[in-house]
């Protein structure tokens, strides 16, 4: 390694306001170049024995190119990235050139830092105050981010997102999907909300599937949503399809995907039920209400579930029928491994995903079209896919796929053993 970029290093740094900070860019500063370092050393091993007409080595090192800033989450880090020359290059069509990986040509932000100003702008700073947030994280040299660069950066949002609603689906297969219609309070020019579908692949990664703008109770803007999928390739009906029994969704589903199991989400029962209740007696209502999920089979959810109808429906009949109305379809989980159950409960991982879109309120001072919103979402949702958990019990889904039984999330299988 290079003794000069030693020299080079302590000659770049500069007084910070945080001294752990300054340790922590410094500290990055050098495995950036220590890095890039290797990178040309080995990009040079694979020309070695090229040689030019005089019988000299053809590919040689060149110094370096000039200082670039490279905006950081921790602040700009100043590198020079080292450069070679190809001995040939006048005779030859194309030359032999170095270019980093690391640091391609035109880079001047970390991507780290491209996550974080969408992030910010979406958690409800705006446009215009976006130089000044950016600056209380990573100092003064932050000022040169300014509304365009957002406006830039929607840009961008905009172009990945109608690249990816296209996408093909024919190698795809999903066994469970989430869907969900998710209101913000945003001011969308037609009132329309976010209508998601996630799903399970047959190793157990959870994926996006769908985000588009519609009506929740609308039955024809889940079916166009549908359709679009399997016209993109998405043959194999999901196994199960876990929503809220508000949505318009399931006449949709229904004629799309017949085959498919349906499971009423527990959260958004839960809430529907105890809406028609008073307050001082939500909570005892509430526990009830988990001891139905929560039993070990199908015959004591049953029994539990009558226990709350009765202990209800008389004085409360509108939340006893609440409960009923779904009944059969509350219960579908136990019919799969009990690995999933957890999973397949609820709509969570729709709604775990959306809490931050729905934050993106108080800021907000001009009017957002449904496209706007819906390039927020599909970023947002790129960023947490990132964190998203295979499900438990991966390994069971390819018994779930060939149509093995379960009774009480056991196997058959198990049972008859």
């Known amino acids: ?37 290797t990178e040309i050393e080995l990009f040079l091993e694979q020309f070695k024995e090229l040689k030019t007409d005089a019988g000299k080595q053809r590919v040689i090192r060149n110094g370096y190119l000039p200082e670039r800033k490279i905006m950081t989450g921790i602040g700009e880090v100043e590198v ?3 450069r070679s020359r190809d001995q040939m290059r006048q005779s030859v069509a194309e030359p032999i050139q170095f270019s980093s990986s690391i640091l391609p040509p035109y880079l001047r932000k970390t991507k780290s830092l491209e996550e974080l100003i969408p992030w910010l702008y979406l958690k409800g700073i705006s446009a215009g105050d976006l130089s000044e947030a950016l600056t209380a994280l990573i100092g003064e040299n932050a000022k040169g981010f300014s509304q365009p660069v957002v406006s830039r950066l929607k840009l961008k949002w905009k172009e990945e997102y109608d690249a990816w609603r296209k996408r093909d689906l024919s190698k795809k297969s999903y066994v469970y999907f989430w869907v969900d219609g998710i209101h913000c309070n945003v001011r969308m020019d037609d009132k329309q909300c976010i209508l998601v579908v996630m799903g399970a692949t047959s190793t157990g990664k959870k994926e996006l599937i769908a985000v588009e703008g519609g009506f929740r109770e ?15 390739g998405l043959s194999n009906e999901p196994e199960l399809v876990i929503g809220d029994g508000a949505l318009g969704f399931w006449k949709a589903v229904g004629e799309v995907f017949p085959r498919s199991k349906w499971q009423r989400c527990w959260v958004h029962k839960t809430a529907n039920v105890l809406n028609y209740l008073p307050k001082k007696i939500q909570a005892k209502a509430k526990e009830k209400i988990h001891e139905i999920w929560r039993s070990e089979t199908k015959q004591d959810a049953e029994t539990a579930f009558e226990l709350f109808i009765k202990t209800y429906e008389a004085k409360y009949p509108k939340a006893a029928d609440c409960l009923i109305k779904d009944r059969s379809h509350l219960l579908t989980f136990y019919d799969f491994p009990a690995e999933h159950w957890k999973h397949i409960r609820t709509t969570n991982p729709i709604e775990s995903t959306f809490a931050t879109v ?3 309120t108080a800021k907000v001072r001009n009017c957002f079209s449904s496209a706007t919103v819906l390039n927020m979402a599909f970023k947002l949702c790129q960023s947490a896919a990132k964190k998203w958990r295979i499900l438990s019990g991966s390994q069971r889904l390819a018994e779930v796929i060939e149509g093995v039984r379960f009774i009480d999330g056991i196997s058959e299988k198990e049972i008859a053993a």
């Open 80 to 82: 020079k990235v080292p």
């Open 358 to 360: 729905r934050l993106r």
């Open 218 to 232: 609308s039955a024809l803007s889940w079916k166009e949503i549908l359709l679009n999928l399997k016209y993109r």
């Open 1 to 37: 390694m290079k003794n000069t970029n030693v020299i080079e290093l302590n000659r770049q740094a500069k007084s910070f306001d945080d001294p752990l900070t300054e340790l922590i860019r410094n500290g990055a500063r050098k495995i950036l170049m220590e890095a890039l370092e």
